[in-house]
């Protein structure tokens, strides 16, 4: 189900990468090291994961490539690390990681909910078996208000991360 149109109400600030780097460490108790990647589009292996305000408006949209999306998950859930790279051989998340991801984009929505902004929510988690819809994946794509960071996460490895604004 795709969230809907969005207005101009629905206009989210892009954040910051220290507010993004923060959530996510103290969500996971592990320290976490962001560098410049390339822009990532939503494609059928990745997650794409759309925030959207109280009118359902997509505001954002944050994609993790799958061994983001598997190392995050391991470390939410104190997972081994060989379990973790074995979903990622698998090209799959299994039930646990899928859980503790979802969880942790759950969080990273508070980097949108600054003052003089429109609440968000995740809306949804897509992906990696999951049609991403492609009104997400067309926002993914675009170019402009965007970050788009390597994500080293201490004891797991490194994924991708890729956030958009409208």
Same mark, same amino acid.
């Given at each position: 189900m795709s969230a809907g149109l969005n207005t101009p109400l629905d206009a989210s600030p892009l954040p910051s990468r220290l507010s993004v780097r923060t959530l996510i460490e103290d969500l996971i108790g592990r320290s976490v090291d962001l560098q410049d990647? /390339?822009?990532? /589009? +939503?494609?059928?292996?990745?997650?794409? =994961? /759309?925030y959207v305000t109280d009118r359902l408006g997509i =505001? +954002?949209?944050a994609v993790v490539n799958l061994e983001g999306a598997a190392r995050l998950g391991g470390a939410l859930g104190m997972l081994p690390k060989g379990g973790v790279e074995d979903a990622i051989a698998d090209k799959d998340l299994f039930e646990m990681l899928h859980s &503790? &991801?979802?969880?942790? %984009?759950n969080v990273l929505a508070a980097a949108f909910n600054v003052p003089n902004a429109p609440h968000v929510r995740l809306y949804e988690m897509y992906g990696p078996k999951t049609p991403i819809p492609p009104d997400v994946a067309a926002l993914a794509g675009t170019i402009g208000q965007r970050l788009d960071v390597k994500l080293s996460?201490?004891?797991?490895?490194?994924? %991708? %991360?890729?956030?958009?604004v409208r």
């Open positions: 990647a /390339p822009p990532m /589009p +939503a494609k059928p292996t990745n997650v794409a =994961a /759309p =505001a +954002a949209v &503790c &991801c979802y969880e942790v %984009l996460i201490s004891g797991y490895g490194d994924g %991708l %991360l890729s956030i958009v």
